[in-house]
């Protein structure tokens, strides 16, 4: 994920790559050539990187370099001291997700952030997926009436490129549950607000007790239930693939990761829209959170408050 922010940093005209911080900071441009990631939203030239300063730990990079942000793209295991450190420092930071899978801690960096007057955001791309903003648009407009049934999947193999094969890594991940189900989680929390109710059956796999995750949410004033469905317990060769169905009062929706188009059904047609490119998601992201340095505002479409209500989301899911 450093890389895929490495690349979307480098194309954005409001930001300037000052620093990479590595443990092995000499394997950096070995492991651009390699591409041994989880998704790729384009190629870098490794030599671009020679003239940006690396550093072993992040204490020397804050100490050394000028800096207004930090974008921390490390196991969630890090997440709290390396964020906590940023802040204290005065400094902006963009946070991978999972949040931290630790509630007070959570609350403790949103005060520090709050404290030194800083923006906090977590990086929930799927917020700023082109075909997830196409769904959160319909769902606002009512366009198509009032929503009455939402599907959201993520199905992927377990893991087993990088990091994830160290059992440090895998331990602390949090498991599917909190790593990949927690992007559906937090969208529908973004869109519709926490349910009133979870009705939740898990199932085991390589990295946790909760690697499958099938659960119905109720909502106690909307007429409306959202189903959240995926895990990584498939061998780790399986196709990824992720979606949505949607049943408006008027059409429902379809879309899946592996088109480039949703389709749209009412009673008497069938239609489709393009989707636009999910793995825009990550330029829009980092986009976003450079505006909102850029004009000193909160970022209110990712707010460090919901995301963290996202992970006691994924709690109630157990």
Not at 13 to 26: G, H, N, R, S, T
Not at 141 to 154: C, D, N, P, Q, W
């Amino acid at each position: 994920m450093g890389m895929t922010h490495t690349l979307n940093i480098l194309k954005n005209a409001d930001l300037q790559l000052v620093a990479i911080v590595d443990k092995y900071p000499e394997t950096i441009e070995k492991n651009f050539l390699a591409k041994s990631v989880n998704i790729s939203t384009g190629n870098i030239d490794p030599s671009v990187l020679k003239n940006i300063t690396k550093y072993s730990n992040i204490d020397d990079c804050l100490e050394n370099e000028e800096l207004d942000a930090v974008h921390i793209c490390v196991h969630t295991e890090l997440h709290f001291e390396i964020a906590w450190k940023a802040l204290l420092k005065g400094k902006h930071v963009l946070l991978e997700k999972p949040f931290t899978l630790d509630i007070q801690q959570g609350e403790e960096i949103i005060n520090l952030a709050k404290k030194k007057e800083k923006i906090l955001m977590i990086a929930h791309v799927v917020r700023f997926m082109p075909p997830y903003r196409k769904l959160k648009q319909w769902i606002d407009s009512k366009e198509f009436g009032e929503l009455k049934f939402l599907s959201m999947t993520r199905i992927s193999g377990i893991p087993e490129w990088g990091q994830w094969k160290e059992n440090q890594i895998t331990r602390t991940s949090g498991g599917a549950l909190f790593d990949l189900n927690i992007h559906d989680i937090d969208f529908a929390n973004y869109v519709l607000g926490p349910p009133a109710s979870v009705k939740s059956s898990y199932l085991p796999g390589g990295l946790s007790d909760h690697d499958y995750i099938s659960a119905m949410w109720s909502y106690a004033d909307k007429n409306v239930h959202v189903k959240i469905e995926g895990g990584n317990t498939f061998h780790s060769n399986f196709p990824f693939q992720a979606g949505y169905m949607a049943q408006f009062e008027k059409a429902s929706v379809l879309y899946t990761s592996s088109g480039n188009v949703i389709r749209i059904a009412d009673d008497s047609s069938i239609y489709e829209v393009p989707s636009g490119d999910a793995g825009e998601g990550y330029y829009n992201e980092i986009d976003y959170f450079a505006q909102c340095i850029k004009n000193n505002m909160q970022p209110t479409e990712c707010m460090p408050e919901s995301s963290l209500e996202s992970i006691k989301l994924c709690y109630n899911h157990l």
